[in-house]
Each structure stands twice: as C-alpha cells, then as structure tokens.
C-alpha cells in the first residue's frame, strides 16, 4: 500500500462533512475477536454455520448456548482498539452520519460511538423468545458459563435467545431502512474489515456509491467487491484507521 494512498485517504476524509462507516468482523480482530477466516480461533471448532443457525437453534438451542458460552468470553474481555477509537474521533468532529456494523460485539459503542446501527443485533443482550422479557447478556452469559444450557425465562420458562441474528433469521426491524438512510446520506462511506459476502448487507456500499458517496475500503484481505471503493487501503484497520484519521 503506498503512501499516497494514505495521503489520499486522509485529504479524502478531511474535505468530507457526511461519512459514514460499514464495519464486519475484521476491525475487532485486532480486540481479540476472531473472524470467521482467523486460524487457531473459535470458529475452527465451531462452524458458524453449523452453531449459529435460526433453524438450528429453534429445534436445539443447546447447541447454539454451548458455543455461545466460548464466544461471550471472548467478547466480554474485548476492549475497542485504535480502529474504534479512530471512528469515535470522526464522530466528536461532528462529521458521522452513522456506524453502520455487522458486528455484534459493542464495541463501537463502547469506544464512543453513539448512532450506531446493528445489522445483526447485539450478544450483550437477551430476550425470552416466549414472553419477550429482557435480559442483560453478561447475566446470562453467567448463568450458561456455569452449565445452564439453554437459559430459561425465570418469569414464563420460554428459552432465552441472545439478540445477535443468527443465520436465516430476519435483520431487526428497521435496521436495515435505518442503514439505507445512512448510505443514502453520506458523502464518503469508510468500508473496513468486511469480506462483504453477507447479503444484504454487503450491498450497501454499493448503495451508497450509488448515491454520490465515495468509498474508502479498508481490508486485510481482497473482497470480490474491491471494484468499489475509489481508495484501497490493504492491511490492518488498527493501524491504519488511526493514519487516515489523526487525533484532534
Ligand atoms: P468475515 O469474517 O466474513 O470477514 C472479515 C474480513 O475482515 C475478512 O475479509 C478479513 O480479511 C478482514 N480482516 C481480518 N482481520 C482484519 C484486520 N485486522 N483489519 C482489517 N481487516 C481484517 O466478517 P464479516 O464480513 O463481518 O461477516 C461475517 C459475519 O460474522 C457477520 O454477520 C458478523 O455478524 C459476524 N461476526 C461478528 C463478529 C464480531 O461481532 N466481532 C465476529 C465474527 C463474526
């Protein structure tokens, strides 16, 4: 990646007033939260794909809260690293329009972010899938971290399911309208650590292109949706959202 590029990327930033960010997994990789594509990390024993289906889980949630109990370790020892904090310092110059993130983590919101919009909802809280009573995660979390798999409803006895979307479930409601008003808004989109490839989400870059913004694409690895974005930024986003964004 060449230094002009990271010069382009910060004038790029500089000169816009409208930006929003679309975030995946690879901006908490640095947090400690692994991608589905890391090595040696919790998705080698656990396919997602496998653990964390809506069909799945409504037919044995066992399975989805023995996973989910290795997950939330993970994510409950996390801390935002200089890509979040980056992407909070845009916010307190007054210039974000919104985050919009596939993640579930918190993490944004923790470094300082405050419209943020979870496309696939959020592991730090619960819901009874029969009465509908909310649950902090972290207590639930608890509760399955010492064997009780799945939570029930202390009120109704319905299971509990996380409020993280699993696969084949629907996005919640609005988060998608909510995140096509922000493309729609945004004059430059910041696009990083997402192998875009989940749908629809992974078109929403393109809506905001579309739509006049310009796209920054931040990734570690090439994305079949590189054709996108008018600057590439190959590497790390730890490193190089704190390069593209200085600190006030
Ligand atoms: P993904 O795993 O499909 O892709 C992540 C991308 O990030 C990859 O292209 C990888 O090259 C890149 N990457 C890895 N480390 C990076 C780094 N340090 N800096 C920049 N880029 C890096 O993730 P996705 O596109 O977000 O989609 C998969 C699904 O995974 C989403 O639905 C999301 O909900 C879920 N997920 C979320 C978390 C989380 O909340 N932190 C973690 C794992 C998976």
Not at 43 to 52: F, G, K, L, Q, T
Not at 71 to 97: F, M, Q, R, W, Y
Not at 139 to 145: L, N, S
């Amino acid at each position: 990646m060449s230094i002009d590029a990271i010069e382009k990327a910060r004038k790029l930033i500089q000169k816009s007033q409208k930006i929003s960010a679309f975030t995946g997994a690879g901006i908490s990789v640095d947090s400690g939260i692994p991608d589905f594509r890391s090595e040696g990390g919790l998705w080698e024993r656990y396919d997602p794909y496998e653990y964390a289906t809506y069909d799945g889980f409504l037919s044995d949630p066992s399975k989805f809260w023995t996973m989910g109990q290795e997950l939330a370790e993970v994510i409950l020892k996390a801390d935002p690293n200089p890509a979040h904090d980056a992407l909070a310092t845009l916010e307190k110059s007054g210039k974000i329009v919104g985050i919009i993130t596939q993640n579930i983590d918190n993490l944004h919101q923790r470094a300082g972010n405050s419209h943020v919009i979870e496309l696939h909802g959020n592991y730090l809280k619960a819901y009874c899938m029969k009465c509908k009573k909310e649950y902090v995660g972290e207590t639930i979390h608890r509760r399955v971290a010492n064997g009780d798999i799945p939570p029930y409803c202390d009120e109704c006895d319905g299971v509990l399911k996380s409020e993280a979307i699993l696969f084949g479930e629907p996005l919640p409601e609005n988060a998608m309208a909510n995140a096509i008003e922000v493309c729609k808004k945004s004059d430059l989109m910041l696009v990083i650590g997402t192998s875009l490839q989940v749908y629809p989400a992974a078109y929403l870059p393109q809506l905001a292109k579309n739509n006049g913004a310009k796209v920054i694409l931040v990734n570690l690895e090439g994305t079949n949706r590189d054709g996108v974005a008018d600057i590439l930024l190959r590497g790390r986003a730890a490193k190089i959202l704190p390069e593209i964004i200085p600190k006030e």
